[in-house]
């Protein structure tokens, strides 16, 4: 059954600080991970998606690496501002024999960016 | 292009009734998945839906469960509810299982 563990759970910094968020996963046999942002009481907005055969992808600001022999994938946002305050969800999908599993989805990082 | 639409936006059940949430899908999308979101447990995957054909389901009990249309628009039924039920009910789609997931704004379940 895979398991995803995100470090740090809560994150404060100031305005303009390079940040670096991790994700670790347990089973290694994933079709691909995406990473999540959150606003509260709100959906799950698509950030970035790494297939398996992928070892990053770059959106703007945001730098997802993926390390899928190691089980690890980690998301880097440079000059953070305070939009982007939010929790941060990392989601990979794994298959087993009937195919694609769901997402399975972390604890997530929330993040505040102080003015 | 429009996104994943969920309906209703919130919802008040009292324990023991049945309720019924409706999601559709990104044009063009075949997947469908839901997930249930609680403060304690996170988010959890309850089902996708692919060509109308339930694919996985997550652990939960009998008392969930979904279809899907033909147009690719998927319900999810809860009966029997309880207190635990409370959570905000979150679908994706998807073109197919393998691809990137688009997320809904979610339904908002509040039993009494």
């Known amino acids: 059954k895979q398991e995803v563990t995100q470090i740090p759970a809560a994150l404060s910094v100031p305005e303009g600080e390079n940040l670096v968020l991790n994700c670790s996963f347990t089973d290694s046999a994933i079709y691909n991970l995406q990473w999540f942002r959150q606003d509260p009481g709100k959906g799950l907005t698509s950030l970035l998606l790494?297939?398996?055969?992928?070892r990053e992808q770059t959106s703007g600001r945001l730098n997802a690496s993926l390390d899928k022999s190691s089980g690890r994938s980690t998301l880097y946002i440079a000059a953070s501002q305070p939009g982007d305050s939010a929790t941060y969800l990392c989601?990979?999908?794994?298959?087993?024999?009937?195919?694609?599993?769901?997402?399975?989805f972390g604890k997530g990082t929330h993040l505040i960016i102080q003015p | 292009k429009a996104g994943v639409t969920q309906t209703p936006r919130y919802l008040i059940k009292t324990r023991g009734q049945q309720v019924t949430l409706s999601c559709s899908p990104i044009s063009g999308h075949r997947s469908v998945s839901w997930y249930q979101q609680t403060p304690g447990q996170g988010l959890q995957f309850l089902f996708e839906y692919f060509s109308e054909t339930q694919r996985n389901k997550g652990n939960f009990p009998g008392r969930f469960s979904g279809r899907q249309f033909s147009n690719s628009r998927s319900e999810m039924n809860v009966s029997t509810l309880e207190l635990g039920d409370s959570a905000l009910y979150l679908c994706?789609?998807?073109?197919?299982?393998?691809?990137?997931?688009?997320f809904g704004s979610g339904t908002r379940l509040t039993v009494v």
């Open positions: 989601a990979p999908k794994g298959y087993s024999g009937g195919g694609a599993d769901g997402l399975t």
């Open positions: 994706a789609s998807s073109l197919d299982p393998v691809g990137s997931d688009t």
């Open positions: 790494i297939q398996s055969s992928q």
